[in-house]
Nanobody, 124 residues
Framework: QVQLVESGGGLVQTGGSLRLSCAAS????????MGWFRQAPGKERDIVAV????????TYADSVKGRFTISRDNAKNAVYLQMNSLKPEDTAVYYC?????????????????WGKGTLVTVSS
């Protein structure tokens, strides 16, 4: 099993930046497709970004495209989400995820492994 722990959340003003980190242990993340999800108060969990095992392919939700960047460092067993030009609408708990099946990120979100989340609050 792989364990995922997020960090880097906090309070930031509109237009600011944060970098979220996801530290994995138990197994190398090179085995997994990695992703970030978020859940705002009163809303469903939604996909933010996905990166394939090699890092050669990434996808983003339309709402964050051009502002957020997902990356991975397999040697450090970590995944990152760089968040720029933050908006109040980005306020949510952000979750790191891992799964060997790329298609699960685009179907029913039945992801094998989840972190416990880190809170991002963007003030206006």
């Amino acid at each position: 099993q792989v364990q995922l722990v997020e960090s880097g959340g906090g309070l930031v003003q509109t237009g600011g930046s944060l970098r979220l980190s996801c530290a994995a242990s138990g197994r190398p993340i090179s085995t997994y497709v990695m992703g970030w999800f978020r859940q705002a108060p009163g809303k469903e969990r939604d996909i933010v970004a996905v990166i394939r095992r090699t890092g050669g392919y990434t996808t983003y939700a339309d709402s964050v495209k051009g502002r957020f960047t997902i990356s991975r460092d397999n040697a450090k067993n970590a995944v990152y989400l760089q968040m720029n030009s933050l908006k109040p609408e980005d306020t949510a708990v952000y979750y790191c995820a891992a799964d060997t099946d790329y298609s699960k990120y685009y179907t029913n979100y039945d992801i094998d492994y989840w972190g416990k989340g880190t809170l991002v609050t963007v003030s206006s």
